[in-house]
Structure formats: C-alpha cells, structure tokens
C-alpha cells in the first residue's frame, strides 16, 4: 500500500474530510489530494503533522508497520 493511500485509509478511518485534514496541519486540500494520489509526497514536517493529526506513526504511513 502505498503513502497515499495509507493517509486515505487513516483520514477516512477518523471520518475526516481532505479539507479539515488540511486545515489541522496547516496546509490546504490541494495538497492533500496531491499526497492521496501519490502525486507527491509530504516532507518531513508534513509528515509528523501528519502522524499527530491521524493518530499513527511515521513507520505506518511510511509502509514499514501495518
């Protein structure tokens, strides 16, 4: 599974839109659709925002944990 589809799979588990996502790490939607689409993917900043936003680890997101 991809980094993507890992952040999907644990914002949509939470009942979160792609937008309140955005808005409680302090990025925007776009951004969002960006790293869910494995367009790109979130830096090191991002990525911890990420990880406290959704309540799992780097090593989840990342794919080394399931």
Same mark, same amino acid.
């Given at each position: +599974? ?5 952040? $999907?799979?644990?914002? %949509?588990?939470? #009942? +979160?839109? #792609?937008?309140?996502?955005? %808005? ?9 659709? $960006?790293?869910? !689409?494995?367009? $790109?993917?979130?830096?090191? #900043? !991002? ?20």
């Amino acid at each position: +599974m991809s980094i993507g589809a890992r952040i $999907r799979e644990a914002r %949509e588990d939470l #009942g +979160m839109t #792609g937008s309140a996502l955005a %808005e409680k790490i302090g990025s925007d939607a776009a951004t969002i659709s $960006r790293w869910e !689409h494995d367009r $790109r993917e979130p830096d090191a #900043g !991002h990525l911890r925002a990420l990880c406290d936003a959704l309540g799992v680890t780097a090593d989840y997101l990342l794919g080394r944990e399931k």
